[in-house]
């Protein structure tokens, strides 16, 4: 049997985007919500196995009455205590925010790895023109000498 207040609890702490993104992920195209858990007496494998690999947690935390008891759920959207475990739902939000700030980050370093190898191709033509000008402007200086 599942812990949904758990469940509950744990949805209830995400964004509305994170929570649209776990709903396409568990029903697919299908117009169900959560409520599906709670209505549902036999509910699937691949369904808890999309819970656990989302919120990062064992498939036996979603487990009531088993070997890890949950406390402090009810009521709380912002930490649930499974076991001697503790899920820290801003905590999962702000590490969410952080991989795409890190992501945002990469992408902007690429940018700018572009924009310094395109200086440094600017700066060598202009080292070979300056070259060349010298060498230019050497003969002919030698060539005035010369005549």
Do not use: W
Request: charged share 30%; glycine share 4%.
């Amino acid at each position: 049997m599942l812990n949904l207040d758990l469940i509950d609890n744990l949805y209830a702490g995400l964004t509305k985007e994170q929570q649209q993104e776990l709903i396409s992920l568990l029903f697919k195209k299908s117009k169900q919500t959560m409520s599906y858990f709670r209505r549902t007496k036999d509910i699937s494998l691949s369904k808890l196995e999309v819970l656990a690999d989302f919120f990062h947690m064992p498939l036996d935390y979603f487990r009531k009455g088993g070997t890890f008891k949950t406390t402090n759920v009810s009521g709380n959207n912002n930490s649930v205590s499974v076991g001697n475990v503790s899920v820290n739902t801003n905590l999962m939000l702000e590490n969410d925010s952080l991989r795409r700030e890190i992501s945002t980050m990469k992408e902007t370093l690429k940018a700018k790895d572009e924009t310094l190898k395109s200086k440094d191709e600017t700066l060598k033509s202009k080292d070979d023109l300056i070259e060349a000008l010298k060498i230019q402007v050497h003969k002919q200086t030698c060539g005035d000498i010369v005549e």
